[in-house]
């Protein structure tokens, strides 16, 4: 399973990046906009950082906006997939930038059949939201059940890659794996929380503590 970071922030993408773990990096306008700054530059720095697809989301809502906005956004690196919401205009964005080689991820996913379209419409990668689900009183993990079946189905006819979004805790990204999804996308504080254990912690300080001890070097 691939697992790309949700955030704009440097540090993070830095410092799990360094650990060899992010295979991409998805963003949206609300992380954009947690970040302050120069948003052009945060993006372009991304790209260079990440070698792998760094999801950038347009903000127009008709579709000649979001190609015009969706091109822009390609030129800051060949790994940019351009992200369109899941609507008729983001569907026939979709299709466009798809023949045109620029790959998209359709977001906002909340439905086995809004998938089925992005994926009918070219889309490299759906963005179900499994947290917001979560937080309404639904089951989100039920959708990845039913989008991961629906792909196998016809695997000869989508290529489509299921990215678990809008995670909010390790379970989610344990059931996501045992599913079989391509990628989840993770906040900072859930790979953080995934790194831990308080039993590596407490057998670090019994090594270090037994091998004072010895009083010598290595
Ligand atoms: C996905 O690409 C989105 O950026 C993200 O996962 C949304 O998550 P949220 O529901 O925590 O905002």
Redesign the pocket.
Known sequence: MKIFL?TANLESIRKFNDMGLLDGI???P??MSKEGGNPKDIMEEITKIIKGDV?LEVVSTEYSGMIEEGKRLRQYGKNVVV?VPMTPDGLKACKHLTSEGIPVNV?LIFSPNQALLAAKSGAKYV?P?I??LDDIGKDGMNLIKDIKKIFDNYKDDFKTQI?V????HPIHVIDAAKIGAHVV?L?PTVLDKMLQHPLTDIGLENFLSDWKKLKAGI
């Open positions: 949700d998805t963003t949206n609300s992380l999801s992200k977001t963005s939201f947290g917001r990215l979004a809008s995670i909010r996308t906040p």
